[in-house]
């Protein structure tokens, strides 16, 4: 069977207009242009204080759209070469299906191993192993609120192990609100005892919209201490994101298209308007 040669996306037409290297608003989180909000400052220091704590279970639950993703990867990044790591990113899986996942990230020979007991066995001889190494383990699971409570009990068996200081893994699960929902479940009770820490991850503050959007522009290579958007645009923009940063990104990446499709050098609230106007989620009002 062929395959088509993988798509490539276009850069938008409006890189050279406002002298921009790269685009400045995309979707896929990039640790690159993460911007310190006072939501991501907090939690980054909560899984830091939770992590160094040798904490078995750390929770970090926030609406879509308000970087998850983006934090663990910068959570992952701040970790590479201090722990052992595994990154799940789409943990819709089986108990025997996880197992695979984690053995996989941990680089570890599956040969033979093919059912969960030997799975489990072998990933505990290998967290043993990092133990004597004296190398944390750090497991972090993303969109958690797709786990099935099967496989949500394995990890909590999987972090049974413990020395007398410390757990031999640690997970974090980054997920949306059903996340606090799944885990009130009776039949997993156990293993929310043992989130001991845990932090909801908020949306922007109208303060940060206008350092966020300069942040960003920077990154992308805007000259800086140039307003690229004007004070009613960031206004409106705010409005009609309600401060979610993905949708503050679709929304400024419309904007910006639309300024260039006027020749315009700065982003005004008509150009706003009009990214709202064509994108779903944005809330939407009788502008005049």
Not at 62 to 91: F, S
Not at 241 to 246: A, D, L, V
Not at 269 to 286: L, N
Request: with cysteine.
């Amino acid at each position: 069977m062929s395959h088509s040669p993988t798509a490539i996306i276009p850069a938008p037409p409006y890189l050279a207009h406002f002298g921009l290297r790269e685009a400045p608003f995309g979707l896929t989180p990039d640790t690159q242009f993460a911007f310190g909000t006072r939501a991501h400052v907090e939690a980054v220091n909560t899984l830091l204080v939770a992590l160094n704590g040798g904490e078995g279970f750390v929770k970090i639950v926030g609406e879509v759209g308000t970087g998850k993703t983006l934090l663990c990867r910068r959570l992952l990044k701040a970790l590479h070469g201090r722990a052992v790591t595994a990154y799940v990113p789409n943990p819709r899986l089986s108990p025997t299906e996880l197992l695979v996942a984690l053995a996989e990230e941990f680089q570890l020979p599956l040969e033979g191993k093919g059912n969960a007991h030997l799975l489990t066995k072998f990933l505990s001889d290998a967290l043993l192993e990092f133990a004597r190494l004296g190398r944390g383990v750090v497991v972090c699971i993303d969109e958690a609120q797709a786990l099935p409570r099967e496989s949500l009990e394995t990890l909590r068996l999987l972090s049974n192990l413990e020395t007398e200081k410390r757990k031999l893994m640690q997970i974090v699960l980054f997920g949306q609100p059903e996340l606090d929902e799944n885990l009130e479940d009776p039949a997993i009770r156990q293993l929310k005892q043992r989130i001991t820490f845990h932090y909801h991850l908020d949306v922007l503050q109208p303060d940060e919209l206008p350092l966020y959007l300069a942040h960003r522009m920077g990154v992308a290579g805007a000259s800086p201490g140039a307003d690229w958007f004007c004070r009613r645009a960031i206004h409106l923009l705010y409005e009609a994101s309600r401060g979610t940063p993905r949708l503050v990104n679709i929304l400024a990446n419309k904007a910006l298209m639309a300024a260039y499709g006027e020749g315009a050098g700065q982003v005004k609230r008509r150009h706003v308007q009009a990214a709202a106007r064509d994108t779903e989620g944005a809330k939407v009002r009788f502008w005049w």
